[in-house]
T-cell receptor, first 114, second 111 residues
């Protein structure tokens, strides 16, 4: 089946620094990638949708200057949390979609900002 | 606005005790309904996709069904390894590939 590799799985950073999370589709080309945020005991909240070579479309209330998304190729998307603060601490999950496999999720990244 | 409501929020079962999880949805034109399993600290793992009312799919001890308003995930004779959070999501509106998720049902199967 399809596999999406997400790194790192855990990261701790200091307040004010930036963190990059990488999401790769390993054996398929993703026409669309999604980034979600999940708080404890809550569901996945869509942050943004991106298509290869295009600017990401952000959901209402998500700061595009804070959460930078780059979808440079059909197999790679990155999420950079800029000037991170403790309230950005959360579980971030990417998802890649293609016409054969549908939606495949990464294993998630636990971000802790101290 | 698309809405997905899952119930119950949490469910404790004895090993072998069958039960069902519910996913009620309100969408403007259902394109697909998805069930995922999520283990703590992990991303969702795909289980089923259902596209039209009356459709059913099975995988091992799990069976998913779909009506025009809701979906059920039936778990037959569950084992402790079935313990996880089960998420339901819908894809609505032609041309949009976004999924709307419910909050999930946390299932605990006690030996």
């Amino acid at each position: 089946g399809a596999v999406v590799s997400q790194h790192p799985s855990r990261v701790i950073c200091k307040s004010g620094t930036s963190v990059k999370i990488e999401c790769r589709s390993l054996d398929f080309q993703a026409t669309t990638m999604f980034w979600y945020r999940q708080f404890p005991k809550q569901s996945l909240m869509l942050m943004a949708t991106s298509n290869e070579g295009s600017k990401a479309t952000y959901e209402q209330g998500v700061e595009k200057d804070k959460f930078l998304i780059n979808h440079a190729s059909l197999t790679l998307s990155t999420l950079t949390v800029t000037s991170a603060h403790p309230e950005d601490s959360s579980f971030y999950i990417c998802s890649a979609r293609d016409r054969v496999y549908g939606y495949t999720f990464g294993s998630g990244t636990r971000l802790t900002v101290v | 606005e698309d809405q997905v409501t899952q119930s119950p929020e949490a469910l404790r079962l004895q090993e072998g005790e069958s039960s069902s999880l519910n996913c009620s949805y309100t969408v403007s034109g259902l394109r697909g309904l998805f069930w995922y399993r999520q283990d703590p600290g992990k991303g969702p793992e795909f289980l089923f996709t259902l596209y039209s009312a009356g459709e059913e799919k099975e995988k091992e001890r799990l069976k998913a069904t779909l009506t025009k308003k809701e979906s059920f995930l039936h778990i037959t004779a569950p084992k402790p390894e079935d313990s996880a959070t089960y998420l339901c999501a819908v894809q609505a509106r032609a041309g949009s590939y976004q999924l709307t998720f419910g909050k999930g049902t946390k299932l605990s199967v006690i030996p």
